[in-house]
């Protein structure tokens, strides 16, 4: 925790009483810790894992190592093809960063959602507890809120996979929210090994026209009551805020009523401020993920440009964090101020010196391959304005 | 105009006074209108041309012609090497939207800075005038302003190319701006052909820790004040407005700031609100142009993924122009609200029809390469929460 306080420069005392009354979580995997919330810089998650269209093992733990070399703090497996916990062991195995996952995804591909118990989703939850896993996500769903969905007028009624899991099972069963029902055993669980509960946001808008209505509030305002109960047994949490897709004047505004209603890490998918950016969401979410982190979420879940439309491909997961990591910048330069990685790389630039430059760049790879050869830059040739002024002002 | 106002759903009485009032421009090239301006979509400029050290005419043609078969409003041709002319004409001969030159360029590489006079100048502006060309700009830069110069703080003292050959040219012949001493003459040449003036922005900083300062803000006035003698000879002025890098907490406020100081079509450079993003600063200038373009901007200049490292290729140029107008884009949304594409994209969308969405994407190509053969979609596969939760509804 030294550590964290250190490199995020946040005094020690600061940080615990973050901690102490949820404003911040810790989430560990072994002694790869990763402060998430209030005062911290903005983080990333990477969601990967096979689908049942899509099972290839080693791509998936491929797409874990690139994610975690190019700067994801946290991966989500979001596995439901194949041999589900053997690709989560060799995840683990191959990264360090904390791991989260959806138990009822692996649920529902190997019981069905027809056989499905309580007592298979709390036994779920149990074993990847045991296994290591940082932080799971579960969705609070109730009967009373599938009911109102009925009668909306929102282009898409659900856009959440782990939430419509958790409602059909509801819906089939004639039930109530299981994890509702067994919350205080849940929360028993998740206390033993310091896992971080994520609230997950199962109504959040799937476009840009679907502006976060009713049903999003009282979603939200149930997580935050859960967010509360779990707090005072000491377990951490973190919200998924109204994240999706988002109209872009309304960003900053619902980022700060959420912080308003809880106090609490706050998650956001993208979110995405356009509908029409298909193929380049991960450019128009890295857009929405400025704002968003800019007005106080603390925590980012990277979108690919694969997003709507296939399983990301490696090359998919490295190019959406890249922007990602882009985003996250911006949106601390505004929620704090220009880092000092800008000012070292800026007076690198004004000098000219395009290898000390690149020592400072979220990622160097591809601006080496366009550097300048023998340091002539081709911008600009014999013309370059910063050095004739530099010149002209070092003469007089 | 009737065209522009029913395209940009203008009432064209609107439109004409804008245009009145200097708030508006129409950029003209032959048949082809650029309306830029309150009340119009944000329009964006790609910069394209050789340089003394990369002279590849063929490739400058490529470059214009991609960037209008990509969306490009307008093409500004920055051209220093070879035989700067012919490059222009060609890129006239198979391009058909605006274009715009800074006339010193030529001169520069023509002349020399050495030998170079007022009456060059005006000489080039009048050619460039003659040829059809739509638009110039023009740094007026004064001696006083450089004065100051020498004393500030900045990291980079000038970034602004033409600014700073007008800067050596007034240096090196201990003269006035000559452009503000031949200001009548110029406003003449420009008035007969309906060519617009672009204002330039010779004091824009040059990296996010080189805060809008007094410098800049003198320069802002002093553009103000020309715009209106501009306007009240007849002649279509556009303002270069505090862009190139700037802390993202500030873009908002500098926008609405010289808006304030002159209501007249604002055109930003990026602007970059960070600069660690080296190789990527199309995506990190796309999130600031995006909220230059909410906060009133009306004209964006493209930034590539090669800005600050080499002359760019065709390929980045197409992979910044995709990226601003997604930027582009999601201003309008903030400026207005997000549009009927948005919607019709999400309506299709919900119905899984990946074809039709497709015909709503700002770029098709992409997202066509990636989309689901067969309609199949690999992202969930038969775990799709769109479509089991739609059929939930529909069922009950």
Same mark, same amino acid.
Request: proline share 4%; charged share 20%; with cysteine.
């Given at each position: 925790?030294?550590?964290?306080?250190?490199?995020e420069?946040?005094?020690?005392?600061?940080?615990?009483?973050?901690?102490?009354?949820?404003?911040?979580?810790?989430?560990?995997r072994?002694?790869?810790?990763? /402060?998430?919330?209030?005062?911290?810089?903005?983080?990333?998650n990477?969601?990967?894992?096979?689908?049942?269209?899509?099972?290839?093992?080693?791509?998936?733990?491929?797409?874990?190592?690139?994610?975690?070399?190019?700067?994801?703090?946290?991966?989500?497996?979001?596995?439901m093809?194949?041999?589900?916990?053997?690709?989560?062991?060799?995840?683990?195995?191959?990264?360090?960063?904390? $791991?989260?996952?959806?138990?009822?995804?692996?649920?529902?591909?190997?019981?069905?959602?027809n056989?499905?118990?309580?007592?298979?989703?709390?036994?779920?939850?149990?074993?990847?507890v045991?296994?290591?896993?940082?932080s799971?996500?579960?969705?609070?769903?109730?009967?009373? $809120? $599938?009911?109102?969905?009925?009668?909306?007028?929102?282009?898409?009624?659900?856009?959440s996979? /782990?939430?419509?899991?958790t409602?059909?099972?509801?819906?089939?069963?004639?039930?109530?929210?299981?994890?509702l029902?067994?919350?205080?055993?849940?929360?028993?669980?998740?206390?033993?090994?310091?896992?971080?509960?994520?609230?997950?946001?199962?109504?959040?808008?799937?476009?840009?026209?679907?502006?976060?209505?009713?049903?999003?509030?009282?979603?939200?305002?149930?997580?935050?009551?859960?967010?509360?109960?779990?707090?005072?047994?000491?377990?951490?949490?973190?919200?998924?805020?109204?994240?999706g897709?988002?109209?872009?004047?309304?960003?900053?505004?619902?980022?700060?009523?959420?912080?308003?209603?809880?106090?609490?890490?706050l998650?956001?998918?993208?979110?995405?401020p356009?509908?029409?950016?298909?193929?380049?969401?991960?450019?128009?979410?890295?857009?929405?993920a400025?704002?968003?982190?800019?007005a106080?979420?603390?925590?980012l879940?990277?979108?690919?440009?694969?997003?709507?439309?296939?399983?990301?491909?490696?090359?998919?997961?490295?190019?959406?964090?890249?922007?990602?990591k882009?985003?996250?910048?911006? /949106?601390?330069?505004?929620k704090?101020?220009?880092?000092?990685?800008?000012?070292?790389?800026?007076?690198?630039?004004?000098?000219?010196?395009?290898?000390?430059?690149?020592?400072?760049?979220?990622?160097?790879?591809?601006?080496?391959?366009?550097?300048?050869?023998?340091?002539?830059?081709t911008?600009?040739?014999?013309?370059?304005?910063?050095?004739?002024?530099?010149?002209?002002?070092?003469?007089?």
């Amino acid at each position: 925790m030294k550590k964290i306080a250190k490199t995020e420069n946040v005094a020690p005392v600061v940080l615990k009483d973050n901690i102490a009354e949820g404003k911040t979580v810790i989430m560990a995997r072994s002694n790869h810790l990763c /402060g998430i919330g209030c005062r911290l810089t903005t983080k990333i998650n990477v969601n990967i894992g096979t689908s049942s269209a899509s099972i290839h093992k080693e791509k998936e733990v491929e797409k874990a190592r690139v994610a975690e070399a190019y700067g994801a703090d946290t991966i989500t497996d979001l596995s439901m093809g194949g041999d589900i916990t053997g690709i989560r062991k060799q995840i683990q195995s191959n990264t360090s960063v904390p $791991l989260t996952t959806v138990p009822i995804y692996q649920c529902v591909a190997e019981h069905s959602l027809n056989n499905l118990t309580a007592g298979d989703l709390l036994a779920q939850i149990e074993e990847q507890v045991k296994e290591g896993i940082s932080s799971i996500v579960l969705h609070f769903i109730t009967p009373q $809120l $599938l009911q109102q969905l009925k009668t909306s007028n929102r282009v898409f009624a659900m856009v959440s996979k /782990g939430g419509s899991f958790t409602s059909l099972y509801m819906i089939k069963n004639n039930t109530t929210n299981p994890y509702l029902e067994h919350f205080d055993e849940i929360l028993q669980i998740l206390k033993e090994k310091d896992v971080v509960l994520s609230l997950g946001n199962t109504l959040r808008s799937g476009c840009v026209h679907d502006t976060p209505d009713e049903i999003q509030k009282q979603e939200i305002e149930l997580n935050a009551a859960l967010a509360k109960r779990a707090n005072d047994s000491c377990v951490q949490v973190i919200i998924e805020g109204m994240g999706g897709h988002i109209a872009p004047a309304l960003i900053t505004k619902h980022v700060r009523y959420q912080k308003q209603i809880a106090n609490r890490p706050l998650f956001v998918s993208g979110p995405l401020p356009t509908d029409i950016a298909i193929g380049y969401d991960h450019i128009a979410a890295s857009i929405g993920a400025a704002m968003a982190s800019g007005a106080g979420a603390d925590y980012l879940c990277m979108i690919t440009p694969a997003e709507h439309l296939c399983l990301p491909d490696v090359e998919h997961i490295k190019e959406g964090l890249i922007a990602f990591k882009i985003a996250a910048h911006i /949106g601390d330069s505004i929620k704090y101020s220009p880092s000092d990685s800008d000012k070292q790389l800026a007076i690198h630039r004004s000098q000219l010196d395009w290898g000390q430059q690149l020592s400072y760049a979220i990622e160097p790879q591809r601006p080496r391959q366009l550097c300048p050869k023998d340091g002539k830059c081709t911008m600009c040739g014999k013309y370059c304005a910063v050095k004739t002024m530099k010149n002209y002002l070092e003469q007089t």
